[in-house]
C-alpha cells in the first residue's frame, strides 16, 4: 500500500468551477509537504511547500492545506483555467534523500 | 537563477544497447541530485541521489548506474537496456536535504 494515497485518480471539470485533490499520507514523521504540478511530458513544478507545522498556504489560484491529526492535505484551485490541466502530484519529504511520491491526480479542463 | 539541464529530451534505444543520460546543473554549488523515473501514470520512483562528488545511493536495485564526475553533473546509465527501462526520467536538485525540489524537463526513453 502507497504511504501516500491521492484521490481522485483524474477528475475532468468546467473551465472556471473549482476543484479540491485529496491527498491521505501514513508518512510519519515527514519535513514538508509538496504538491507540484506536472505537465504532460514535463518536470514537475513546485506549487506549495509546507512544514509539519503549517495549516495552509497559497500561491495564486492554489491552496493547500495540512491536517496532521487526520493525516490529509487537500489542494484547491479556485476559477479554474485550461492551463490547469495536468497531473498534480503530493510529496512527503522525510529526509535529505527521501521523498515519498503519490500516484497523482489527472485533471482536465474543459472550456 | 538556477537551472537544470537534461538531454537528450527523448531517446528510443534497443534491448541491450547501453544508455547514457546526462544531468547538469547551472547557478548552484553543492546540489543534492536525484535521479527519478515515473511510469505512466504513476509517481515518481527514486532511483539514485547524491549529497557529493563521487557519493551516490541507491534506492532500488536494477541494472541501472550513476555517476557524479562534476559537484553539478548527474549521470545516469546502463550498459545493457531491458524493456522495463522505458519510461520518464526525470533529473531533480535540492541545496539542503530539506528544501524544496527542483526539476528537470526530462527525457523520455522507449526501449525497443
Known amino acids: 500500500k502507497n504511504q501516500v494515497e491521492q484521490s481522485p485518480q483524474s477528475l475532468i471539470i468546467l473551465e472556471g468551477k473549482n476543484c479540491t485533490l485529496q491527498?491521505?499520507?501514513?508518512?510519519?514523521?515527514?519535513?514538508?509537504l509538496r504538491w507540484y504540478k506536472q505537465d504532460t511530458g514535463r518536470g514537475p513544478v513546485s506549487l506549495t511547500i509546507?512544514?509539519?507545522?503549517?495549516n495552509t498556504k497559497s500561491n495564486g489560484r492554489y491552496t493547500a492545506t495540512l491536517d496532521a491529526d487526520t493525516k490529509q492535505s487537500s489542494l484547491h484551485i479556485t476559477a479554474s483555467q485550461l492551463s490547469d490541466s495536468a497531473s498534480y502530484i503530493c510529496?512527503?519529504?522525510?529526509?535529505?534523500?527521501?521523498?515519498?511520491f503519490g500516484d497523482g491526480t489527472t485533471l482536465t479542463v474543459k472550456p | 537563477s538556477q537551472t537544470i539541464h537534461q538531454w537528450p529530451a527523448t531517446l528510443v534505444q534497443p534491448v541491450g544497447s547501453p544508455l547514457s543520460l546526462e544531468c547538469t546543473v547551472e547557478g548552484t554549488s553543492n546540489p543534492n541530485l536525484y535521479w527519478y523515473r515515473q511510469a505512466a501514470g504513476r509517481g515518481l520512483q527514486l532511483l539514485f541521489y547524491?549529497?557529493?562528488?563521487?557519493?551516490i545511493s541507491s534506492e532500488v536495485p536494477q541494472n541501472l548506474s550513476a555517476s557524479r564526475p562534476q559537484d553539478r553533473q548527474f549521470i545516469l546509465s546502463s550498459k545493457k537496456l531491458l524493456l522495463s527501462d522505458s519510461g520518464f526520467y526525470l533529473c531533480?536538485?535540492?541545496?539542503?536535504?530539506?528544501?524544496?525540489?527542483?526539476f528537470g524537463p526530462g527525457t523520455r526513453l522507449t526501449v525497443l
Open positions: 510529496v512527503l519529504r522525510e529526509g535529505a534523500g527521501k521523498s515519498t
Open positions: 509546507m512544514t509539519f507545522s503549517e
Open positions: 491527498c491521505n499520507y501514513t508518512v510519519s514523521p515527514f519535513s514538508n
Open positions: 547524491s549529497v557529493g562528488i563521487g557519493q
Open positions: 531533480a536538485w535540492t541545496v539542503g536535504g530539506y528544501n524544496e525540489q527542483f
